[in-house]
């Protein structure tokens, strides 16, 4: 807005009489601006004359579902009804990011009752003002009430009226659960830490892992996680405060500092539920919980704790079970590349190998594939460390080194059990790749996933574990490797042309495939439905090698990785920078993402 436009609307606000917004109001204000039909609005004001209720008008106009008369014609959703209000009165506009809010910090500002009495909401603290969230421009009495006790300046913004109640609830909750919780417990025991001997002063009282704030915080993060579309929740202990992450679309982000003794209750609770010996702190520990979305949705946590300098970390890695209905071109895959995974994957016996490293999304594409797979009349087993998600048309078995029970003596325990299909979690070792070898050897079709930076590599990497040539030729179908790229938010990335650095970039990129350039790109920008990031999700990038007769021929004990992807390329294979680039292309992704995530071509 330019500064004259804000500078009158402000002084425009400054004469209005204190008041709360009303329908008609926003309504004619609406129709001025020629972005709603003067008879449809007043057909609204007066169906709504005789209504009562707290519902704020901005809400009510937002039911109707209208569409400004205004080019592009935008739907009047609240969240823009919310952003014209904030220029029209001359207010910064914010939409509410609860991760990105100190809520411990902000509620100490005013009272619960105070802020909902003006259903206000503190966003921000610094040392010289407070930013206070509002969707009431004229209701300005609290302002003068509240400056001269917390002498600072106050910076007021407009907010959806709806996220101001929703958060209204839940901060001053949470806020109040974690006050009550560590005023419960005291500090907690440094006996865990390497640091314990400056804590052997304090008291050791704990409280309990089912106290009623402890619960509330745990659902709480949890629920947020889920709707933040987190992939993993970190809870990791520091000398003073407990720091939560979530990782986001492979980005790992910082979302809240906790009290130490609060977070050793919020690890111990969620220890019991995913049934871990609570007790035990010194060694790490794996479990599962399986819940439920808000929306009703069952997920499944995999729990996993270290012990740490200054006490028990905990990760808890989040699966969604419908990752395993989606389909291949949801994955990433492209025709091509489907096709050639559908030829491999429909061999009666043989082995298929997926690599890269860890989170490139491997069992993520092993399992739909299994899925997919495991018709009643077929016997599907696989051997995992630890079994990732829970699949019921699996027959799931998980590695235990307290048994002895290693991959190795898993898949040999699973060739009794008649299968058709096994998957193996990870080669690790020659005597698992041994097994896998003998398994494919007498008719069963074994999948399984190696850490090597591309395909041709996983042949060099089967014979350093000491498998003969021969034996890998009479059984591998073939290999993929892969990598995920976060792809471009679909509501708001938009057109750029090839800059000279973007050429340059696509000519490394592609180099020396001398791909054609695309004519445009897509980059991020940023909107509310990805946070403001620009990319929402993930996809795969692949690399898929078959092993046909030809590149079987250069499979010796001095096999030259080079010639083996040399070949493989004039049979088709594209390299994973490729496949970036095609999508790049394709307006999903971007060239930074592909050069981040993606190795030259020319590596193995």
């Known amino acids: 807005m330019p500064a004259s436009t804000s500078a009158s609307a402000t002084s425009a606000k400054a004469t209005v009489a204190e008041h709360r917004l009303t329908l008609g109001e926003l309504v004619k204000l609406l129709v001025e601006d020629g972005m709603v039909d003067a008879v449809v609005a007043d057909g609204l004001v007066k169906e709504r004359r005789y209504h009562r209720g707290d519902v704020h008008p901005l809400v009510v106009i937002a039911d109707q579902n209208w569409k400004s008369l205004v080019p592009p014609h935008k739907p009047l959703i609240l969240e823009t009804l919310t952003e014209w209000l904030a220029a029209k009165v001359g207010l910064d506009y914010l939409h509410i990011d609860p991760l990105k809010i100190d809520f411990s910090a902000v509620t100490e500002v005013v009272s619960n009752t105070y802020a909902g009495r003006f259903k206000i909401l503190p966003i921000q603290v610094t040392t010289r003002e407070v930013i206070i969230a509002t969707a009431e421009p004229f209701l300005r009495e609290w302002e003068k009430e509240l400056k001269p006790i917390l002498r600072k300046d106050i910076r007021r913004v407009v907010a959806n009226p709806q996220d101001i109640a929703r958060y209204l609830v839940e901060f001053y909750n949470l806020a109040r659960s974690v006050k009550k919780a560590a005023a419960g417990g005291g500090e907690v025991s440094g006996l865990s830490s390497f640091e314990q001997l400056v804590e052997l002063g304090k008291t050791n009282r704990q409280f309990d892992a089912n106290d009623q704030h402890i619960v509330h915080i745990v659902d709480w993060l949890w629920q947020y996680a889920f709707e933040q579309r987190a992939s993993d929740i970190h809870i990791e202990p520091r000398r003073e405060l407990g720091i939560v992450r979530f990782r986001i679309d492979g980005m790992l982000h910082q979302v809240y500092q906790i009290p130490m003794a609060v977070m050793a209750a919020m690890t111990s609770r969620i220890k019991l539920l995913g049934r871990m010996d609570v007790i035990e702190k010194r060694r790490p520990q794996d479990g599962r919980i399986k819940t439920r979305t808000a929306g009703g949705q069952e997920v499944e946590l995999r729990l996993s704790t270290l012990p740490t300098a200054f006490g028990e970390k905990l990760v808890m890695r989040i699966f969604d079970p419908e990752v395993l209905v989606r389909d291949f071109a949801e994955l990433g895959f492209g025709e091509e590349d489907k096709s050639r995974w559908q030829f491999m994957t429909s061999q009666p016996n043989g082995i298929i190998l997926v690599t890269g490293p860890t989170g490139s999304g491997k069992t993520t594409t092993l ?151 695309p004519a445009q790109i897509y980059q991020p920008v940023g909107c509310l439905e990805c946070r403001m990031t620009g990319y929402m999700g993930r996809m795969g990038l692949y690399e898929l090698l078959l092993m046909s007769p030809e590149v079987k021929k250069l499979v010796t004990t001095t096999t030259d990785v080079a010639k083996v992807r040399e070949q493989a390329y004039r049979e088709g294979m594209k390299p994973l920078r490729i496949s970036g680039a095609m999508k790049v292309a394709a307006g999903l992704t971007t060239l930074e993402e592909v050069i981040k995530v993606a190795p030259p071509a020319s590596q193995g």
Request: charged content about 25%; glycine content about 4%.
């Open 367 to 517: 399992y739909s594939t299994l899925k997919q797979l495991a018709t009643p009349e077929v016997n599907v087993c696989t051997i995992e460390d630890p079994i990732e998600m829970v699949e019921q048309s699996f027959n799931q078995m998980q590695v235990s080194q307290n048994i002895d029970l290693g991959f190795a003596d898993g898949v040999r325990a699973l060739m009794r059990q008649d299968p058709d299909i096994i998957m193996i979690g990870e080669i690790r070792d020659g005597e698992t790749a041994d097994m896998a070898i003998q398994a494919a050897l007498t008719g069963h079709l074994v999948l399984s996933t190696l850490h090597t930076n591309d395909a041709p590599s996983a042949i060099s990497r089967l014979l350093d574990l000491g498998m003969a040539p021969y034996l890998i030729n009479a059984t591998m179908l073939g290999v993929m490797a892969q990598r995920l790229v976060r792809t471009l938010c679909p509501h708001c990335k938009k057109p750029a042309d090839l800059r000279r650095e973007d050429e340059e970039i696509w000519d490394s990129l592609v180099a020396p495939w001398k791909s054609k350039r």
